[in-house]
């Protein structure tokens, strides 16, 4: 079994691990006898301090399926814009059909987890500390999660890269990748997700500016998402880390425009998706509690998720250099 091991005392905003073991979880490792419920529910309500559940979900909406499922994937999207005179039908003939063309293709939802260990001396100094416990292991899943999306979403995007200054129109830019996107996939992209690099080198630009650009950008994500015509903008600076000693960021300096649904649906356009397999009553995560020892207790928590780029046409990406 892979082993994580973490030293530092436990605080909201980063290190949580004191004289404690974290491991990966394996799916034979959780027996209906270990199931916690009180713990199962707290981690189905569990409040993602950090917003990462949050921004998984913007990238990835989760789309419900059996642990074996299948989509569509388009291969072209012309036949839904064409527009010559292939509707008419001549007297005594039919009307014409049209095939839209896409890919069928099969998946399975993976069984994830991590599990941790705990001594009875470190949960009697605080009864609330398994739960605290159970979020430190969501929060990692769900880094994990995201990560797997932003590379999914990197792998089809069309990139070009843009050097932000004083001289630039950051939001001018943005307007052209969303029209140029368009232009593409006929279907407008909906969703801006930028890297804190590159959305702190925006508003740096917009501070210099003389030309009133400073005073168009001033507002908020909102007011932006409104002025760039997109349903929703998220800025992340999430980290992972990257090697024993160095933290990478999730998202680079860019600025990526995709299109997303929350609708849940199989076959829609949305770009990448996270299909989940729920477990039982609704639940989309289980959590287990098992003492494996005389003074030593291990939770476990496992879901079932795949992260997949289901549709290829029209995400593009900014590289901000």
Request: glycine letters at 8%; proline letters at 4%; one cysteine or more.
């Amino acid at each position: 079994m892979n082993q994580l091991s973490f030293s530092g005392e436990w605080n909201p905003e980063g290190a949580f691990w004191k004289n404690n073991v974290v491991f990966f979880a394996n799916e034979d490792r959780f027996e209906a006898s270990h199931y916690s419920e009180p713990l199962t529910i707290f981690a189905q309500g569990w409040s993602d301090p950090a917003g990462i559940k949050a921004i998984l979900d913007f990238v990835a909406p989760e789309v419900p399926a059996p642990r074996r499922f299948d989509f569509k994937r388009p291969a072209s999207n012309a036949e839904a814009f064409a527009i010559e005179d292939n509707d008419i039908r001549a007297i005594g003939s039919g009307f014409k059909t049209v095939d839209f063309t896409s890919e069928s293709q099969e998946s399975m939802t993976l069984n994830k987890g991590l599990c941790v260990r705990l001594d009875d001396d470190v949960l009697a100094d605080n009864p609330q500390y398994e739960e605290i416990y159970v979020g430190a292991l969501l929060s990692l899943l769900y880094r994990m999660e995201f990560k797997r999306a932003v590379t999914a979403l990197e792998s089809i995007a069309t990139a070009a890269s843009k050097t932000w200054n004083s001289a630039a129109s950051p939001d001018d830019d943005v307007a052209e990748m969303l029209s140029a996107a368009e232009d593409a996939s006929g279907l407008a992209n909906n969703r801006l997700l930028y890297g804190q690099l590159a959305f702190r080198t925006r508003c740096a630009c917009l501070r210099v500016a003389s030309d009133g650009k400073a005073a168009m950008g001033a507002g908020g994500l909102d007011q932006l998402a409104l002025t760039l015509g997109v349903s929703g903008i998220r800025v992340s600076g999430h980290r992972y880390q990257e090697t024993a000693t160095t933290k990478g960021r999730i998202v680079p300096s860019a600025a990526f425009s995709f299109y997303g649904s929350s609708e849940n649906l199989l076959d829609d356009p949305t770009h990448i998706k996270r299909f989940i397999t729920p477990i039982e009553k609704g639940q989309t995560v289980r959590v287990f509690r098992e003492r494996i020892g005389v003074k030593v207790v291990e939770l476990g928590i496992e879901f079932y998720s795949r992260i997949v780029a289901a549709s290829t046409v029209g995400a593009r990406v900014l590289n901000i250099v």
